[in-house]
């Protein structure tokens, strides 16, 4: 993979993660008001887990990358 694609996914993991953190209280009082907040939560969750492991395995990548050269 090279150097630039591990940025933008680097940075579209970031972007997920903030995004999430901040759309999950907002959604809660706005558009999803009459969800379940368990349900919700669950759902914020799953994508901010995502984002995590995606930034996980890109630092993973990154240091075998240098290990490797």
Known sequence: MSQRARRARVIAAWTLLGG???GWPISALTLARSEPPFILGLSWL????????????????EEQGEDGD
Do not use: K, N, P
Request: glycine share 0%.
């Open 46 to 61: 799953a994508i901010i887990l995502a984002s995590a492991d995606l930034l996980t395995s890109s630092q993973v990548h």
């Open 20 to 22: 999430s953190i901040i």
